[in-house]
């Protein structure tokens, strides 16, 4: 079963222009994103909103992003839709510029439905061109696509405490740029995803498959990723704790106002980055078992230490748990579409797109926890959900991959 990625990805040259136009629209598309859990501030403050609500808004835009990705993804497998990307990008504008201008909260709801198509529509696209581009270089293609959009998420606070604080809901306007900016650029990526498609009909040679797996049946390939489900269910719990309701623990504890309060939780999203670019070089060289493990265990007690901490020490243990719990982040979906090979598009659907269905139920249940047992109570809750990852131990051990010739 696990007899995963074409030969002729692996021993052709990396496109290295496509890798990095493609991560760069990831970074756009997550941007765009991230002004949802930047608003909540804004909309707690000026329209009353609960956090039930607020936690609502990300279970809608998440929700939609889940449910659609792998549906994406396995219609992208049979037949490749090159110019959905674009197509994805032109609905996270309407999106945007609804949020920008709804006066009522289900226009805001409709609003998050419009960029969590356009997110669905991207994901699964975005990666199989990351995927065509990579060559031999499947960890470093995989991690430059995801550092992108994990970027992309860390502007979040800081999209928060420099534009929107100022200029409130209506400064979402200014990311209607952005996506005209995106929609240019997967315009001209759309139209080499286009040729390379036409080549490999050209040249009619039949894949060899190679992985970095063992030989595995059906029903241990079905264990190995629901292990994997699992830990991307409590990475993606507890990020989305720390990038849409965090703040709230910075301001109520420690009395920061929201400007500074952002800055930490930007803190902890741009080292994130910097520990998902690195991961898929990591695991290039120490295996991807390795640096998954890496990613579970290291954050599992500074995550639990997290909430009992002084303001100085905060810090250091957001930059560290930042760091290694996202990791792993590119090296789950390059591991899932190793298990199942023939299905690149639908596995890049179903892990990222299961990190969005989860990051929407955390945020409607730490929304709910936070009205029903406070702010502060939560937060310690919240810090032993990476316990939960120790599942990873029973992953199947991966070994270095040969490259053909």
């Not at 909309?43 to 998440?62: H, K, P, R, Y």
């Not at 315009?187 to 040679?205: A, C, M």
């Not at 243990?317 to 598009?345: C, D, H, N, R």
Request: aromatic share 12%; net charge positive.
């Amino acid at each position: 079963m696990a007899k995963a990625i074409s030969s002729s990805s692996l021993a052709g040259n990396p496109v290295y222009p496509v890798m990095f136009a493609i991560g760069g629209c990831h970074l756009l598309n997550d941007s765009l994103q991230a002004v949802i859990p930047a608003m909540f501030p804004i909309l707690e403050a000026d329209l009353g909103l609960t956090f039930t609500q607020l936690g609502l808004i990300a279970f809608v835009l998440n929700m939609v992003a889940s449910v659609l990705q792998p549906v994406v993804g396995f219609i992208s497998d049979k037949k490749p839709m090159p110019y959905a990307l674009p197509l994805g990008m032109t609905s996270s504008f309407f999106g945007i510029a609804g949020l920008a201008f709804a006066p009522e909260y289900w226009m805001i709801l409709v609003s998050v439905i419009f960029l969590g198509l356009g997110s669905a529509v991207f994901h699964p696209e975005g990666s199989r061109v990351s995927y065509m581009a990579a060559g031999s270089k499947r960890g470093l293609s995989q991690s430059i696509y995801q550092v992108g959009g994990n970027s992309g998420q860390a502007l979040a606070p800081l999209i928060s405490a420099f534009i929107l604080v100022p200029l409130g809901q209506i400064g979402a306007a200014l990311f209607l740029f952005v996506a005209a900016i995106g929609i240019f650029i997967l315009s001209k990526i759309s139209i080499w995803y286009k040729q390379q498609l036409e080549k490999e009909k050209l040249q009619k040679v039949k894949k060899v498959l190679l992985s970095s797996l063992p030989e595995m049946t059906k029903k241990q390939v079905g264990v190995a990723l629901a292990l994997l489900m699992i830990i991307i269910f409590a990475r993606s719990f507890y990020v989305t704790n720390m990038t849409s309701f965090y703040i709230f623990h910075l301001i109520e504890s420690y009395g920061l106002t929201i400007q500074q309060g952002q800055l930490y939780v930007f803190l902890f999203l741009g080292v994130g980055a910097a520990g998902t670019f690195f991961g898929g070089p990591m695991a290039d060289k120490i295996g991807r078992k390795n640096v998954i493990l890496l990613s579970i265990l290291v954050p599992i007690p500074l995550a639990a230490f997290l909430p009992y901490v002084p303001l100085y020490a905060v810090l250091i243990f957001l930059a560290l748990i930042g760091f290694f719990i996202m990791l792993s982040f590119s090296v789950t979906v390059v591991y899932a579409q190793e298990l199942v090979p023939s299905k690149i598009g639908t596995m890049a659907g179903l892990t990222v797109g299961l990190a969005f269905g989860m990051g929407a139920i955390g945020a409607v249940v730490i929304g709910i926890l936070m009205d029903a047992i406070g702010v502060y109570e939560t937060m310690i809750v919240v810090s032993f959900l990476p316990i939960i990852g120790i599942v990873g131990l029973w992953l199947p051990r991966d070994r270095k991959i040969v490259a053909a010739s």
